[in-house]
């Protein structure tokens, strides 16, 4: 037998959303929101309703927080021993596999992207997530240190770590899977309870990564997630018994997150926006490097916090390496995600199309010359496409350079002087990623040191890993995601004295 299609997989997914709203997930059992109000979810590639969501509002982050407070005291969750919680990581992430086609179709189908990719990259990429958290619980503990005490006493002095308590989680549309297994996977490694709050456009995934955790035997209330807006994530921030808030979005959100936790002072980690700039020396392998910028640009639809969105190619490969990207840009394949020969799926919501498309007049407003793109692919005449787009003739102080559009729009210009590129790169509010290509070694390495960016590729670029951390200078954010960073944002230190004398 054959397996079935996205396309089949799709219809029969559809028939089960329609059937029934998406509840909560609290405590264990799947709820309706206290105020018993809903709101849909949209298929981004055709505009119709897949389902309705609970709308959940202040008095049910309540009911969910205290749920993961009481499971988190629980001794059953609290004196689990280190092997235990790996053994639960490694099966949940057994089950994320078994079910790999229908969540990488669900996610398409709420998301807009292709489903081979979000198979690809939510669905490996959050397998490998959960295999790679489920090493650390074995391994993520103190150290004695060597103290000096005056008067000769003997002293014992070592560090434990626990974990942090309660871990409120806000993910946004872009990776809804993906960024809520960034989050949850180190969270519960290290011990915690969470609350999951995924963005309006995107509930599907983390409300089935949810019951896939309690399939796999974490306790009931320890991986909880209310669906809603942000008035939820707000209550969320704003809730006196929740100790940790992990956020990915928007800059002017991550600001009101940082205001907002003032109340009981939680520690907060922000994963925020980027304009990352993407450097073509001119020694570099021009035809890989044209492809590189394009695909750093173009995937997901540009809806990438680390979207390589200004090209800076030497002035002297300038043509060359534009005329290459524009070239790949007509040639990607942009429709419906189930199909599978789509490159590009469409963006998030009509609202990201609107914000694009207004990127495109300001660029044109502004007197860059738009090169391809701009508009909704002629071929598509529903759901929320839009072509990728390549804008040459900008400045340094071009809205569109400066600004994070969050779609398929690249903005090219050329550079001579190194020092100049590096202060141009650099000149920006964030910094969370750059990349360089070029075949020189010295350029190479003074260029990764100037750059304001938590990630530098050489190379290469978009390659991001479990192991390694990820995060932003400026305002891109705070604090690292992955490695053992992460076990460090789930956990406090602990000193211990003890007088041996
Ligand atoms: P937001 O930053 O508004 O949303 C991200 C998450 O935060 C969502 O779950 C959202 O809920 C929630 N949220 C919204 N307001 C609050 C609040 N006051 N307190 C707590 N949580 C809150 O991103 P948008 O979806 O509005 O996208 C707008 C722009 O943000 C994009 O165009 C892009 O530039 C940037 N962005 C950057 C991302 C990144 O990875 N760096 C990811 C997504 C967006 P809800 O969805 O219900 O509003």
Known sequence: MTAPSAVEIAESLKTSLAAAPQRHLIDGKSVESSSGQTFETINPATGEVLTRVARGNAADIDRAVKAARRAFSNPAWRQMNANDRTKLLLRLADLIERDADELAVLECLDNGKPAHLTRLVEVEGSIKTFRYF???????????????????AQILNYTTREPIGVAGLIVPWNYPMSMAAWKVAPALAAGCAVVLKPAEQTPLTALRLGQLALEAGFPPGIFNVVTGFGDAGAALVEHHDVDKIAFTGSTPVGKAIVRASASNLKKISLELGGKSPHIVFPDADLDAAAAAVASGIFFNQGQTCTAGSRLYAHASCFDRVVS??????????VGNGLLPDSDLGPLVSQEQWDRVSSYVDIGRAEGASLLVGGKRPEHLQRGFFFEPTVFANATRDMRITREEIFGPVLTALPWNDLDDLVAQANDSEYGLSAGIW?????????????????????????????ATPFGGFKQSGWGREHGRQAMELYSEVKSVWVNLS
Request: proline share 7%.
């Open 134 to 152: 489920a090493g650390w619980p074995t391994k993520f503990g103190g150290e004695t240190l060597p103290v000096s005490p005056r008067g000769g």
């Open 324 to 333: 290459a990207i524009t070239a790949a840009a007509s040639k990607l394949k």
């Open 438 to 466: 070029t075949n020189n070694i010295k350029h190479a390495h003074r260029a990764a040191a100037a750059l304001k960016a938590g990630t530098v590729w050489v190379n290469c670029y978009n390659l991001i890993d479990p």
